[in-house]
């Protein structure tokens, strides 16, 4: 550059940017270490979801292996490295593919009539176990057909509705398909049913020997009641079956190791019910034994970060060393989703950490690296190289380099404080990025939902928005939210509305008194579901906030038990009562009920196929506060489900984020829209 140019100035990210974001995830190495798969996942001119299969190499290549307007995910090398296996919609429903890893034309090898949910490959690579679901007089034989675009008026026929899991959020209105697991043959394609029709299959893995595959069941005389998920054995030679755990727990992410004898999950005992801490079980079959080998250690196992970027990556589940001794398993500790290492013996070890989301992960064939998607609030996401001696990292991919090269990010600074009980809570605060010196800005605060979820060291976009949009950001992990122990995430339960809003509101005091750039007369708060009940909690029980936007929120919890997917159960498990039991009780923890206290000017955002915090929660709530002659607005969202601002449609994602800075804009800014 020449010494008299000046350096280009970074703008503040947009809305629109959204379309820009790419989320590289889910690397698997090849058998010889010498390259990896992974997927990138981005949004096209369309405005759709595209994800495309990638080649990285040890001479530090990266290349684009698939293309097309479709999503090709879930890439697995087979076990001599010879064949990619991936899961992709090209055909038009979710099915198996084969690509030769060398390059060349993907080749279909599942037509199941409802495609395929997951699969895994047989330690020889002759045969593949896949995931598929069946309807009542529906068999394996039967093949896809393309979808019916428009049911016609005289076709329609009624809905008959007999069990009390009858629809689901991510699915809509259950069909009555049954999971099935088949083996199939990589050269004939010829399949065949490994299990019965099963109410519900999770994880399954095949035993080093490919003698016996374990997967995960819920086979509960009343399966919508009863919440364990038990391991079945399964001998693929003999078919016959043994329940490793027979009720004691609910578990996933199978794994076997090396030498076959021990079989590792994730899962708990429902001691907390939906609150319960994961914890890393070993059992060996052959011995008739179980071990908890992270009992004594007080973390959440997985990833429950909160965010709108990777909140549809999968993570890796535990992870075997080569010599068996112990497994590397990724957990939640205070905002941060780190890689430890678990030994037989006893030690737990971090290998991976730092103040980072780490979302994604594989592990060298020499165990002396991996490759870890790591994301930060000022990094979008990118696979990275880490030593497992020392945790040495070095980038692979700049997926969003063009991006981050031309916006500026708001770091998040974190901070403690204590609540009114003198409970230490974590937050977060973002300065806006080009606030000047002594310059005031209003403050947003965001609550996440779950609530037994988790803040952090992640990038997420919405926040950057607010921050770029010239408004400091505040979000906390109140009680009730991961990373900070079994008590801690238990805290929240029959309690909402109560410890949980304090701490809330403790939060706002101590970032006003600690950064000095916050204007304290210019406040607003916005969170969605767990978020958006507090959201409307908070303004019916304070006027402290000029502005507020609730999301896909809980407004009564009289109907919410009644009318959502997980109502039935929910209600009772957080709240502590079912309606004929204690009706006060739920109308008191109900944001509805203190209608008349909300002179908050808000604004109401919700999806109209949204069956976790349905619709009419929020219809109730703007009813209410229109009678009253409050300030408010509904927007409603259509063919849209509860997960519309992590991975709902992009255009709908935009004007959503549009609301929301047009909101705060009119009523912390005083602009005119």
């Given amino acids: 550059m020449n010494n008299n140019e000046q350096p280009t100035k970074r703008r503040g990210i947009t809305a629109e940017d959204l379309l820009r974001l790419r989320s590289v995830r889910d690397p698997h190495y090849a058998p010889d270490g010498t390259r990896a798969v992974f997927v990138e996942k981005s949004i096209d001119e369309e405005k759709q979801y595209r994800s495309h299969l990638w080649i990285w ?11 097309g307007r479709w999503r090709d995910m879930k890439p697995r090398f087979s076990p001599r490295g010879e064949i990619i296996a991936f899961l992709s919609d090209r055909s038009g429903r979710t099915q198996l593919w084969l690509l030769p890893a060398n390059g060349g034309e993907a080749r279909q090898l599942t037509f199941f009539k409802n495609g395929v949910r997951d699969y895994v490959w047989s ?23 393309p979808e019916k675009v428009e049911v016609k008026r005289a076709d329609l026929k009624p809905r008959v509705v007999e069990r009390l899991y009858y629809k689901s959020d991510a699915s809509g209105f259950l069909d009555g398909k049954r999971a099935v697991l088949t083996r199939i043959d990589v050269l004939s394609g010829k399949s065949e049913a490994l299990t019965g029709r099963e109410e519900e299959i999770g994880s399954f893995a095949i035993s080093p020997n490919g003698r016996t595959l374990a997967f995960v069941a819920n086979r509960n005389e009343d399966p919508d009641t009863t919440f364990t998920r038990d391991i079945v054995l399964l001998d693929l030679e003999s078919k016959a079956e043994t329940n490793l755990t027979n009720g004691c727990g609910t578990f996933a992410s199978l794994a076997w190791s090396p030498d076959g004898t021990k079989l590792a999950a994730i899962g708990h005992d429902l001691a907390y019910l939906g609150a319960t801490l994961h914890r890393l079980y070993v ?33 890796p589940g535990p992870i075997w060393a080569s010599d068996g001794s112990g497994l590397y398993v990724t957990a939640l500790e205070r905002g941060r989703v780190n ?37 930060s609030p000022t990094s979008v996401g990118d696979l ?10 070095t980038r692979l991919t700049r997926a969003n380099e063009a991006l981050e090269n031309e916006v500026v990010f708001a770091d998040a600074e974190p901070f403690t404080y204590r609540s009114a009980d003198g409970l230490e809570i974590q937050g977060w605060i973002m300065k806006p990025p080009e606030l000047d010196e002594g310059e005031k800005a209003p403050l947003v605060v965001e609550i996440h939902g779950g609530p037994h979820a988790m803040y952090g060291f992640t990038f997420f976009h919405e926040l950057q928005l607010l921050a770029s949009s010239g408004y400091a950001v505040l979000f906390t992990n109140p009680r009730g939210s991961h ?49 958006g009940f507090m959201t409307n909690w908070i303004v019916g029980h304070t006027d402290r906030f000029k502005a507020a936007v609730t999301q896909r929120s809980i407004s009564n919890w009289l109907s919410f038990s009644g009318v959502s997917d997980i109502g039935y159960f929910f209600t009772k498990w957080e709240v502590g009562c079912d309606v004929w039991e204690d009706a006060e009780r739920l109308w008191h923890h109900s944001p509805l009920k203190y209608v008349k206290h909300m002179r908050t000017p808000l604004l109401i955002l919700h999806s109209e196929r949204d069956y976790r915090c349905p619709i009419e929660q929020a219809e109730q709530l703007f009813v209410a506060l229109k009678q009253l002659g409050r300030e408010t607005k509904l927007v409603r969202f259509p063919d849209a489900n509860h997960d519309l601002s992590r991975t709902g449609n992009p255009a709908l994602r935009l004007e959503r984020l549009r609301h929301i800075v047009d909101w705060f804009d009119r009523y912390l800014k005083g602009a005119s829209h």
């Fill in 384 to 393: 990275y190289a880490v030593s497992l001696a020392d945790g040495t990292k």
């Fill in 123 to 145: 330690p020889d690579g002759t045969f593949l176990i896949t995931l598929t679901t069946l309807g009542d007089d529906e068999t394996i034989e039967d093949r896809e057909e």
């Fill in 483 to 531: 990373g900070y122990g079994q008590s801690f995430v238990n805290a929240v339960r029959g309690d909402y509305g109560g410890m949980d809003y304090e701490d809330i509101m403790a939060g706002v005091d101590a970032a006003i008194s600690k950064f000095d750039f916050i204007d304290k007369e210019r406040l607003g708060v916005t969170g969605g579901s767990y978020g």
């Fill in 339 to 375: 890689l430890y290492f678990v030994s037989l013996a006893g030690p737990i070890v971090p290998v991976i950490e730092g103040n980072f989301h780490l979302y994604g992960l594989a592990i060298h064939p020499s165990e002396q690296q991996a490759i870890a998607a790591i994301s």
């Fill in 57 to 67: 190499a040890a001479d530090g290549s990266v290349r684009q292996w698939t293309f």
């Fill in 283 to 315: 059992f060996e079959p052959e011995r008739g034994t179980k071990r908890v080998l992270t009992a004594d250690w007080d973390v959440h196992l997985g990833d429950a970060m909160v965010g709108d970027t990777h909140a549809d990556a999968k993570g």
